[in-house]
């Protein structure tokens, strides 16, 4: 006999396990299956992000910042430290403790707003069923009214590199090495090469980066993204765009990867090489039979704009269905399924989510760039604010970057805003709800921001936009 469900999530990552609490506080009886399990046997919930991704990311970035400042920075403050050691093995069981006590919170969550945590294998069935299969015991069938699938993704596997956990690793291996390589070697300058590169060079790796792409960080705004890859190279990066890695031997002393840039075939000697090429989403064991439900080529759930896939009361959200694989694009995608369900008007403005690179500068983002409008058409006019001269910034000691806003050159709507600087991260939120509101540049011009802070170079930028700034000298 089957257990009765009015809906049951597969996958307990940020959007599935968003969408279940949602679900439940709509008064419906709900159910989470969850897979993960650990590198020490263990489930918990959470998903990549809470386990071996956002979260223990977060914790080794801001560890290794805070490392390298008193080493390079605190003694210009008149902060004497004297000599700085790391202590990896303290600074990693720090990351394990974050990561324990959040992802619990979610168990404690789950039972708070009455959702049914079940650890174990999810698939979907005919019918909208569910066969469960525990971590430990017999199988059983779950008939649900609703199907909520967020089985996430994977990293994308190079077939001439196969991840060893040792040599050849991943993202999730690289947060976790008990020593730092010599010669850290990275596949990839996206977000999570330049994040998890930008941690081991600070802890004493010399770090390098190759990236297929001639550009970098082609989602960016090209002003930024230039003022980026400068900052990182002056860290100490060495980043090589335009490289096609073509074969890598392992020997005991580490590895020789082989890769052609303008036409020449090179070579550079690593101890542990991170391949970060990109993720899929994961699909395995997930459909059983004529489900109704529909892959593209590239292995994503076909749905629509409200996450609904072509079969009756089954819905799919977050890394597994198209648009930013972003840990709050899912989240908010699992609130917007669980109203949805609930008979609620519900939508998801997919033009105005952010985007967030962890690195120092961090670089935040939403909306268009500058070269993408031009492409399209669109008159635009930008105004950007140099760091350099926040009151703020140069207190913290942090003034690199700037903010950038793109309007429309005849209505003034903004369009984008970009960021490179301090705790670009916080400062994105004014920007999103900016773009969710349709603000004009004057809208936050005549917001008066508090004095001194680090927001007041939004408030010059949109200044910018009509050559008003007051705290530097207006470009015409």
Request: charged share 25%.
């Amino acid at each position: 006999m089957s257990e009765a469900y009015d809906v049951v999530v597969i996958g307990g990552g940020p959007g599935g396990y968003v969408a279940a609490i949602r679900a439940a506080q709509n008064g419906l009886k709900t159910a989470c299956i969850d897979k993960w399990i650990n590198h020490d046997g263990t489930h918990a919930f959470g998903g990549t992000c809470l386990n071996a991704g956002c979260i223990p990311s977060k914790a080794m970035l801001e560890a290794s910042e805070l490392f390298e400042r008193s080493r390079h920075d605190f003694a210009a403050m008149g902060i004497k430290t004297g000599e700085v050691e790391l202590d990896l093995a303290t600074m990693q069981r720090r990351r394990a403790r974050i990561v324990k006590q959040l992802t619990g919170g979610i168990a404690l969550l789950f039972k708070g707003n009455g959702v049914t945590g079940l650890p174990g294998t999810g698939t979907l069935l005919e019918g909208r069923k569910v066969r469960y299969t525990p971590v430990d015991g017999e199988e059983r069938i779950l008939q649900a009214g609703h199907v909520i699938l967020a089985s996430g993704s994977v990293p994308v596997e190079l077939k001439s590199l196969a991840f060893d956990r040792k040599q050849v690793v991943d993202s999730w291996d690289a947060l976790e090495f008990d020593s730092v390589p010599p010669r850290f070697g990275v596949i990839g300058a996206g977000v999570i090469g330049l994040e998890l590169g930008s941690v081991w060079r600070r802890l004493g790796s010399r770090v390098t980066i190759l990236e297929a792409l001639d550009t970098f960080l082609p989602q960016l705004d090209e002003q930024i993204s230039r003022e980026a890859l400068k900052q990182f190279k002056r860290q100490g990066l060495d980043i090589r765009l335009g490289t096609k890695v073509t074969a890598a031997k392992k020997s005991k002393k580490g590895l020789t990867v082989s890769y052609e840039s303008g036409g020449e075939s090179q070579n550079i000697e690593v101890d542990r090489l991170l391949v970060a090429v990109g993720r899929r989403p994961y699909t395995e064991g997930l459909l059983a039979g004529e489900t109704g439900v529909r892959l593209d080529e590239h292995g994503f759930v076909i749905v629509n704009e409200e996450c609904a896939s072509g079969a009756e009361g089954i819905w799919a959200i977050g890394d597994l269905v198209r648009g930013p694989m972003l840990a709050h694009k899912g989240m908010d995608e699992g609130v917007m399924v669980a109203d949805l369900i609930a008979g609620k008007v519900a939508e998801l403005n997919y033009e105005a989510i952010p985007a967030v690179v962890y690195t120092a500068p961090e670089i935040a983002w939403v909306g268009k760039s500058e070269q993408d409008l031009k492409q399209q058409g669109v008159p635009v006019k930008t105004g950007s604010f140099p760091f350099a001269a926040n009151g703020r910034a140069q207190a913290l000691g942090l003034a690199s970057g700037m903010v950038k806003i793109i309007a429309h050159r005849d209505s003034d709507e903004i369009l984008g805003i970009h960021i490179i600087g301090p705790y670009a991260s916080e400062l994105i939120a004014e920007a999103v709800l900016a773009l969710e509101y349709r603000a004009s540049a004057e809208d936050i011009q005549r917001t008066i921001h508090a004095h001194p802070t680090l927001s007041e170079a939004m408030h010059e930028a949109a200044l910018a936009v009509d050559k008003r700034m007051i705290h530097a000298l207006n470009r015409r």
